[in-house]
């Protein structure tokens, strides 16, 4: 439809109290525009020829007189609305879910006001890493599946010593599995900081280090079950009060009178004689007597050879034969074996029984803490006497200085 010489502009097209007008060309816009409102919204589009726009215009005024408020989105806005509700049709087919275009709008702007910035992708992969992988597991079974993978580190090899302390093992397979009797039924995802606190509660017939040693290997089974996915990785479990270490009282550190090391040592079975000589005299550690043989006394003359395998910092050291400790050494002709066969245990038992029988004070490792007094007290230096027990200097300053005067 060609424009007519006698149509003025502005053209008002109305049908019933809707109106739409064009507007004539310009010099400056040579397109016919046509503006209308639709649900309080003044819309604007442009048309090459003045019939375009007219038909353009009488189907309008009659679509929004209907109640269509269609007519307010443009075309580009158009196709957009029919490709969403294609792809929310798509996903009621897949899903079984049916969303509206205001439902997963709202739901989107919503949920993007809370990633501040960040995108929804983002946050899927995030979730899809942490809740959505997690296995369910019962505490029980997971617990002995832990256990059951550090059993091999507990076992020593062939001329080899085990990575973890047989005793340790013991310890942290006993508290573990108190642990998931304390929550039967229960899966570790299921765990909450309430469960730790409940669990820890009442364990106040032990010391501090020992609720402190407990929380270690609980603390050691959720990370395990963290990198197995049987927890999220953002469980927040480590922040139940249950789990907060406590301060443990370092105990004065005592230890065995020269009178009462003599008493001792001459009083002691041929058997135990060497154990209490080498521990008192050049402060090894008991576990560390028990794994020597008699051949890594005599190897290094006028030393005591303490190999990586045997020490607890699994670094070898040499210990020097003082002349007192060679004088007890003397009567041991023995050159194979081990110093003490009979084990750890029964060395303590037998010791402790020693010890009552004389009337002597019991001393916490006071064997090795009266080689370390006195040497430090001799040599008044830490790093010597550090380099002998195989400790740090700064330890042997701390716990040792000063001692030699209750003697």
């Known amino acids: ?137 019962d505490v029980a079974e997971a617990v002995e599946e832990f256990l059951e993978g550090r059993k091999h580190k507990a076992e020593a090899k062939e001329g080899k010593r085990s990575q973890l302390s047989a005793k340790y093992e013991t310890n942290v397979t006993s508290w573990l599995r108190g642990f998931a009797k304390t929550f039967p039924a229960t899966a570790v995802c299921d765990l909450t900081k309430g469960h730790l606190d409940l669990y820890f509660k009442p364990l106040t017939d032990v010391g501090t280090k020992n609720r402190n040693d407990r929380r270690a290997a609980v603390k050691m089974f959720l990370s395990w079950a963290t990198r197995q996915d049987y927890l999220p990785v953002n469980h927040r479990l480590f922040e139940a009060n249950g789990m907060m270490r406590e301060t443990v009282e370092t105990a004065d550190t005592d230890f065995f009178r020269p009178a009462e090391l003599q008493k001792l040592s001459d009083n002691a079975p041929a058997d135990l004689r060497p154990v209490l000589a080498i521990a008192g005299l050049a402060g090894l550690r008991v576990e560390e007597i028990m794994r020597l043989d008699w051949a890594d006394v005599w190897r290094v003359e006028g030393h005591v050879e303490i190999t990586a395998r045997q020490a607890k910092t699994r670094q070898r050291r040499l210990v020097e034969i003082c002349p007192a400790l060679a004088a007890w050494l003397k009567p041991c002709h023995k050159t194979t074996g081990k110093i003490y066969p009979a084990g750890v245990h029964v060395f303590h038992r037998r010791f402790a029984e020693l010890r009552d029988g004389l009337k002597i004070p019991s001393r916490r490792n006071g064997l090795r803490h009266a080689f370390c007094t006195y040497h430090f007290a001799l040599h008044a230096n830490e790093n010597l006497t550090a380099q002998q027990a195989g400790n740090s200097p700064a330890m042997i300053h701390a716990h040792y200085k000063g001692l030699h005067v209750r003697v």
Do not use: C, W
């Open 1 to 137: 439809m060609a424009e007519k010489p006698n149509v003025r502009f502005p053209k008002v097209i109305r049908f019933r109290r809707v109106e739409a007008t064009i507007y004539g060309k310009k010099p400056n816009y040579p397109f016919y525009r046509l503006a209308y409102y639709v649900a309080g919204r003044r819309v604007t589009r442009s048309f090459k020829s003045y019939g375009k726009a007219k038909t353009e215009a009488e189907r309008l005024v009659r679509a929004v007189a209907k109640g269509s408020q269609a007519a307010a989105l443009t075309g580009e806005q158009s196709r957009d609305a029919l490709a969403a509700i294609e792809r929310l049709e798509h996903f009621r087919q897949s899903t079984g879910r049916r969303y509206s275009i205001l439902a997963a709008v709202s739901e989107f702007v919503a949920t993007m006001e809370k990633l501040k910035g960040r995108s929804l992708g983002e946050a899927a992969e995030g979730f899809l890493q942490t809740v959505a992988a997690v296995t369910r597991k």
